[in-house]
């Protein structure tokens, strides 16, 4: 699978993400913006604890949250989209491409 395919796939969880938040009443915009800042998050951070990150623990994983929410991201938004295991593994994958 080259990068192009691996984008278009993370594309189709994100869309599938986007729909799955109306129900929560969360915007298309944000949820656009927490699965562009979370894939730059991880691009453009040294994570130096990975194990522990890509299990969703750890000071860098709570940083990454804090991080997010100021910048007026809805908090479980941000954590619906990190349990989402296809999608935060698909993210992950991208990003360290």
Do not use: C
């Not at 656009?32 to 750890?58: C, H, K, M, N, P």
């Not at 804090?66 to 989209?81: G, S």
């Amino acid at each position: 699978m080259d990068r192009l395919e691996h984008q278009a796939y993370w594309a189709s969880l994100v869309r599938l993400y986007k729909d799955r938040e109306r129900k929560y009443d969360t915007r298309h915009y944000d949820s656009e913006q927490i699965a562009q800042s979370i894939l730059d998050y991880v691009r453009y951070t040294r994570i130096r604890q990975w194990t522990l990150f890509f299990q969703r623990r750890g000071e860098e994983y709570e940083k990454m949250i804090e991080t997010l929410v100021e910048k007026d991201l809805p908090k479980d938004a941000i954590l619906r989209f990190t349990e989402n295991d296809a999608l935060w593994e698909k993210t992950l994958e991208l990003a360290t491409m």
